[in-house]
């Protein structure tokens, strides 16, 4: 299986706003949730948001509702996270991967990529 690639990160100020996104192979892609987690330094890897493959359903940690927003183009085979209102705790490497189901559980998720970082300014 060939890992998504997530692109989109950056340095920004709190309050600012940006954009990932997350594109993957067609056979990665086709048929899976999708989720996004993130990982700050010296902490567990947690969940942020996930997407059913038709896109009708959604789910996010309560700390990134009302602020983040998953989507997706699945004929691009890209899924997208625009995170606005950023506060310093969103500092983080933001990761996209896959699931058969719609869970917040990263034991679930496979086919993780590489990450794209996050920082976050005050």
């Known amino acids: 299986q060939v890992q998504p690639v997530e692109s989109g990160g950056g340095l920004v100020q709190a309050g600012g706003s940006l954009r990932l996104s997350c594109a993957?192979?067609?056979r990665t892609f086709r048929g899976y949730a999708m989720g996004w987690f993130r990982q700050a330094p010296g902490k567990e890897r947690e969940f942020v948001a996930v997407i059913s493959w038709s896109g009708?359903?959604?789910?996010?940690?309560?700390?990134?509702?009302?602020r983040f927003t998953i989507s997706r183009d699945n004929p691009k085979n890209t899924v997208y996270l625009q995170m606005n209102s950023l506060k310093?705790?969103?500092t983080a490497v933001y990761y996209c991967a896959r699931s058969p189901v719609i869970t917040k559980w990263s034991t679930s998720y496979e086919n993780w990529g590489q990450g794209t970082q996050v920082t976050v300014s005050s």
Do not use: I, W
Not at 56 to 66: F, W
């Open 56 to 66: 009708d359903s959604t789910d996010y940690a309560n700390s990134v509702k009302g």
């Open 24 to 26: 993957a192979s067609g």
């Open 88 to 90: 310093p705790e969103d």
